[in-house]
């Protein structure tokens, strides 16, 4: 386990360092000078060359390549004042941290995530048990018609459907606000309520469907038989024994569909007007602020990353016969 780890973190390492040169890299094919950028319209020569210098764009590419990537471990001087490790630069539009902006946006983009992501499981997975479990039923053709229909929404369609219904027509909510965790967790969940509910429902009808056929499938390997031949009774063969090993290929596909689900949030954060990280991604690249494009770029590799060192892990738990060392 350990050495599975190690090997993990230092392929982390080397994928986030090129991804970090690539996009660094390629923003530089782009023929803009970032420096008037900041400086706006009516900006003076001598003006151009402080800020220019301010900036580092003065110096070779590869000269502010490694200042960049040195600035993450070590942390880097500006004329704003220092900025510790993991330094990301300094915005070319604001002036300000790549890092702090970074942190501000974030906690409403992770509560999006992780909030979507355990009502679609509970949700999505249950469903599914259901529907297995009461095969070829009016309860299992319910649940198979429902996740067949509810498939075919997509976020920025049934946002403003659901918004119009529960917000804007009866009153019976509020717009979406994101409130921080920490001053009141009641507030925090019904701000994001809506959100969540709209981004569960597009994952919960794909792993409805998928944990039922998985299921389905457990249910008719030897080891199972074997247990029903023994005597066991049904409930206690299909949790002790199917159910664990239908968790197999969905935690396999979860690991796939974690960059999805901030792909989703992003679309979500504008859909319901929230300021999280995905729409400050989505901004920066208009403003073609290169430090904080690649901040959020190698933040949410690193996000992505750790996730899915996560997910192999759990996927070892759960199938003993994988050998991570």
Not at 78 to 98: E, I, K, R
Request: glycine share 8%; charged share 15%.
């Amino acid at each position: 386990m350990l050495q599975f780890l190690i090997r993990r973190l230092i392929g982390a390492v080397v994928i986030m360092f090129l991804i970090g040169a690539f996009t660094f890299f390629l923003f530089y094919t782009v023929p803009q000078d970032f420096a008037a950028l900041s400086c706006g319209k009516n900006c003076s020569p001598e003006n151009l060359a402080v800020i220019r210098e301010n900036l580092g764009l003065d110096k070779p590419i590869t000269t502010q390549f490694w200042e960049f990537m040195s600035g993450i471990v070590a942390g880097r001087d500006f004329p704003q004042g220092h900025c510790s490790a993991p330094c990301l630069g300094v915005s070319f539009d604001s002036g300000n941290f790549v890092w702090d902006s970074i942190v501000d946006r974030f906690p409403l983009t992770l509560s999006l995530t992780v909030g979507g992501l355990v009502i679609f499981l509970t949700l999505g997975l249950g469903s599914g048990l259901l529907a297995a479990w009461k095969r070829g039923t009016v309860i299992d053709k319910l649940v198979s018609g429902a996740s067949i229909v509810l498939s075919s929404f997509q976020i920025y369609l049934l946002g403003p459907i659901v918004l119009g219904i529960l917000v804007y027509s009866s009153g019976i909510m509020e717009n979406p606000k994101y409130h921080p965790f920490t001053e009141n967790p009641a507030t925090w969940a019904l701000g994001l309520l809506i959100p969540w509910a709209v981004m569960a429902t597009i994952f919960t009808a794909q792993y409805t469907r998928m944990s039922r056929s998985t299921m389905i499938e457990q249910l008719q390997e030897e080891h199972v038989r074997t247990a029903r031949a023994k005597g066991m009774s049904q409930r206690f063969v299909f949790f002790r024994y199917a159910w664990r090993g239908s968790l197999i290929p969905i935690v396999t596909i979860l690991g796939i569909d974690l960059s999805a689900l901030l792909g989703g949030a992003v679309v979500t954060e504008f859909t319901f007007d929230l300021p999280g990280l995905g729409r400050l991604a989505v901004d920066s690249s208009l403003t073609k602020d290169l430090p904080l494009t690649m901040g959020i770029m190698l933040f949410g590799a690193f996000f992505i990353l750790i996730l899915n060192i996560i997910v192999d892990l759990a996927y070892a738990y759960i199938d003993p016969r994988v050998r991570l060392s």
